[in-house]
């Protein structure tokens, strides 16, 4: 695979889907380490929404504000490229790679089903667009080894790596007064189990258990915060929904928590479990195989049950013998890139 010597330094990153949450956090992360630490011209492809992603001297962006816009850039033909946010173009593109950070690219059918219908089809096209057009990239890349496994089965494609990064909260050197027993930083999605969190909670509340929680819910998802409403009602369990924060304000919540409980069903990495045990946090988390690739946790709970949730939460509050929850990843940024730009200059 050869490359003209004036594409050689050109790296093109096509993310006009990257929205919020943990695409945007990588994204940011990302971009931040190709602008200080390697010698790269950028070209960067983004929804209209970032205008603080800024062109400097070794990046352009280019935004796109329609829909039109952003299917017509999958129709180019773009070498050189990284595909950050799950979907492959239309055409070939030599030299190119799809990063995978969304697990319902991966999600069984049955599962998919389980979401409401509006997602479940439009999960369900993304798998379809997915099977037909994966071929036009050379590499997929996503985050653990159980989500490798899933990409194969699911698509029989044979050149997957395994490269996770993130970008960790700096350790404070002072101690901060722990506010919150209990902290869960995730967007609304489905998958991400906020509803067996609230019936944990409720259960807590009926033991009159009293414990502190931090949420960073949408303020639009006005189901959840009705939900957040009746349970501190009851005034025995107190939930403080800060809705969508900044990485800055997601470092100082760890600082001011005790733990981070995490329900989530599905993730492709599972970021906030690193970032929480690489800051100190215990961790309350599922019994599922996603937790133990990243992390060793504190304690652990039957994934589908609240009560089983509700005791693992008890437990922790009670038990001040509960062991450290433990980092077992390591971060893949640098690999990534000059696996990328090891190919560019064959």
């Known amino acids: 695979m050869l490359c003209s010597s004036e594409d050689r330094n050109l790296f093109h990153i096509v993310a006009p889907n990257i929205k ?6 990588l994204l940011e992360y990302l971009l931040e380490i190709l602008e200080s630490e390697y010698d ?8 209209s929404s970032h205008a603080h992603i800024n062109k400097t001297n ?6 796109l504000g329609s829909t039109i816009s952003k299917i017509k850039l999958f129709f180019k033909k773009i070498d050189n490229t990284l595909y950050f946010g799950n979907l492959p173009p239309i055409k070939k593109s030599n030299n190119s790679m799809v990063y995978v950070h969304n697990p319902y690219i991966a999600m069984s059918l049955s599962n998919l089903l389980s979401c409401r219908l509006i997602l479940s089809v439009k999960y369900f096209l993304q798998q379809l667009y997915f099977s037909k057009f994966i071929k036009n990239i050379d590499t997929i890349a996503c985050q653990n080894a159980l989500m490798r496994e899933k990409l194969y089965k699911r698509y029989h494609f044979l050149n997957i790596e395994l490269l996770p990064f993130f970008r960790l909260c700096k350790k404070q ?8 027993d209990f902290c869960y930083v995730s967007l609304a999605h489905p998958h991400k189990n906020h509803k067996l969190l609230f019936e944990a909670l409720l259960i807590l509340t009926k033991k009159n258990i009293p414990c502190k929680v931090a949420l960073t819910i949408e303020n639009d998802r006005h189901d959840l915060l009705k939900d957040i409403e009746i349970i501190n009602k009851l005034k025995v369990v107190d939930i403080c929904n800060l809705g969508v924060i900044s990485k800055k304000e997601v470092c100082e919540l760890y600082s001011v928590s005790k733990s981070l409980i995490f329900p989530s069903l599905e993730e492709t990495f599972g970021l906030p479990l690193v970032e929480a045990a690489l800051m100190g946090l215990d961790v309350i988390a599922p019994n599922l195989k996603y937790v133990f690739q990243v992390i060793k946790p504190s304690v652990t709970y039957s994934s589908k049950s609240p009560s089983s949730c509700a005791l693992a939460m008890e437990e922790y509050l009670s038990d001040s013998s509960i062991k450290k929850s433990t980092s077992i990843v390591n971060n893949q940024v640098n690999k990534l890139i000059q696996n990328y ?4 200059n064959v």
């Open 20 to 25: 919020n949450g943990g695409g945007l956090e």
């Open 341 to 344: 730009t090891t190919k560019k």
């Open 40 to 47: 790269l011209n950028v070209v960067v492809y983004l929804d």
């Open 173 to 180: 050197d002072k101690f901060f007064e722990k506010k919150y």
């Open 58 to 63: 070794k990046r352009s962006v280019v935004f």
